[in-house]
């Protein structure tokens, strides 16, 4: 009975949370005279009574948490309270469904940027600032997840961090309180969307535009105030701005808080996890443009090389903005897009996906395999940089991308079932999982998830939820020894 009240109390701060972020906008609203103001007046008022009633009834209850209040709070917070999310929508546009206005919120909460609605431009500034707030605040969310939630359930937090940033991050590097570790995090990636704020605007755009897009950037969450997101402003100046900073948020918080505050880009030089990124992206966007240019999709090399780099880029570090319709591209380049976004970006980062980290020590295991059938009483040890890995590492990595596997395998399937072609089903589900955003076919950039039924919806909203909490939250609930005593 203590976890429950203890799951609800704080559940009832978190919804408070949120009514602070609806009231940022209602405030927009009121200061543009926009339509949306009673709409967000009457979701602030709900949100804010529901959870301070929630936080006042149960203000004794005990305030440690035990591992399986842990995993319920978990999933809670991601999908309970997005219900309330979806208010404003709900409110301000009767004619959306909860499922449709559910999956927009999820797809901003877990920076997917995956979308239902159709004309961006016309709606009023406070649902488009709200919708971009989310996948801000979501972006924080996750480094807050992944540093101070995953410690309480044994899963991960700053030793998972650590373990798998090796090179980069040493325990004497990072505040040692988890609260002063977060803040820290925090600050880096506060800081950084300033300057990318600042940037876009020099660069073009005007201040509502950057703001916007700066939080969708810094998030990898990929919405656009825009039905044609990004090719909107036609410019390559913004192009290059956007590429700059989604690489940047795809990579690990933590090396960005080291190097901002040794003022030096040797915590760069040293992560093994944006060598490995870097390397793989930008080689792939110099292949793909090759592709598109052999195929002639382009005219010239350099018009091909600008379109693959900032398609590429968006998809592979899971953003999901769009300046071209490459489900119209050859499908080698947009299949091996898709790849990219399982595996490009670091551990401790605002993208989805395995993480580079994952994939460079399962790379490393197969080889460490391979040496020991040719040298069977061979001692060696497997190391990422200078750290010697952990079996125990090692097989948590497995395991996760086992079930990774496993869990997209399930979904696809399930959307063949419910009639959709395998090449739609399939990008959506990678591209759900993976918060990705676009797909291919009936879900690609030229198109949007408006076109799937509810049920087809439902498992792309599931998918994102998935991908988001990297797979254990969720499926540990499905498991009968986790409810028993």
Not at 130 to 142: A, D, N, S
Not at 426 to 449: D, E, K, M, R, T
Request: include cysteine; aromatic fraction near 14%; charged fraction near 10%.
């Amino acid at each position: 009975m203590n976890s429950i009240l203890t799951i609800i109390h704080i559940f009832g701060v978190v919804i408070m949370v949120f009514s602070g972020l609806m009231s940022t906008c209602l405030l927009t609203s009121k200061i543009f005279e926009d339509s949306a103001t009673n709409a967000f007046f009457e979701a602030t008022l709900i949100t804010l009574l529901t959870g301070f009633l929630m936080f006042w009834l149960t203000r004794r209850s005990s305030k440690k948490v035990s591992k399986r209040a842990g995993f319920l709070l978990v999933t809670l917070c991601w999908s309970l309270a997005s219900v309330f999310c979806t208010l404003p929508l709900l409110l301000y546009l009767p004619e959306l469904s909860f499922v449709d206005a559910y999956f927009e919120v999820i797809s901003g909460l877990t920076t997917t940027g995956a979308t239902v609605l159709s004309g961006l431009d016309r709606l009023p500034m406070s649902i488009n600032l709200w919708r971009h707030e989310l996948t801000w605040f979501g972006g924080i969310g996750i480094i807050v997840f992944a540093v101070a939630i995953l410690p309480i359930l044994g899963i991960g937090g700053m030793q998972l961090l650590k373990s798998e940033s090796p090179g980069s991050i040493k325990e004497s590097d990072l505040p040692p309180r988890i609260a002063q570790t977060a803040k820290a995090l925090w600050l880096a990636y506060v800081a950084i969307t300033f300057v990318c704020v600042i940037s876009l605007r020099l660069a073009g755009m005007n201040w509502f535009d950057a703001v916007c897009h700066a939080f969708s950037a810094m998030s990898l969450g990929g919405f656009s105030t825009h039905d044609s997101s990004v090719s909107f402003f036609n410019s390559l100046s913004i192009e290059i701005v956007l590429t700059i900073f989604q690489l940047l948020a795809a990579m690990n918080f933590a090396t960005h808080f080291l190097a901002l505050r040794k003022r030096s880009f040797k915590p760069y030089i040293k992560d093994i996890e944006v060598r490995g990124m870097l390397y793989v992206v930008l080689g792939s966007c110099v292949m793909s443009a090759f592709v598109l240019w052999h195929y002639g999709t382009y005219p010239d090399f350099l018009t091909a090389l600008r379109h693959a780099t900032f398609n590429l880029v968006t998809v592979a570090t899971t953003s999901g903005y769009m300046t071209q319709d490459f489900n119209q591209w050859p499908i080698f380049v947009s299949m091996w897009m898709l790849f990219l976004s399982c595996i490009s970006v670091s551990s401790g980062s605002t993208g989805g996906g395995i993480r580079m980290i994952r994939t460079i020590i399962l790379m490393k295991q197969t080889r460490l395999e391979m040496f020991k059938f040719i040298h069977p009483y061979a001692v060696k040890s497997l190391k990422v940089g200078d750290n010697v890995i952990s079996n125990d590492i090692i097989t948590s990595v497995t395991g996760y991308i086992f079930l990774y596997f496993m869990c997209v395998v399930v979904l696809v399937f399930t959307l063949l079932l419910s009639g959709l072609d395998f090449i739609t089903a399939f990008s959506a589900i990678i591209a759900c999982f993976n918060n990705a955003g676009p797909g291919l076919n009936l879900v690609g950039p030229a198109s949007n998830y408006a076109v799937l039924s509810d049920f087809q919806t439902n498992i792309c909203t599931f998918a994102m939820l998935l991908g988001r909490v990297q797979i254990f939250s969720i499926i540990i609930l499905f498991v009968p020894e986790f409810w028993r005593k």
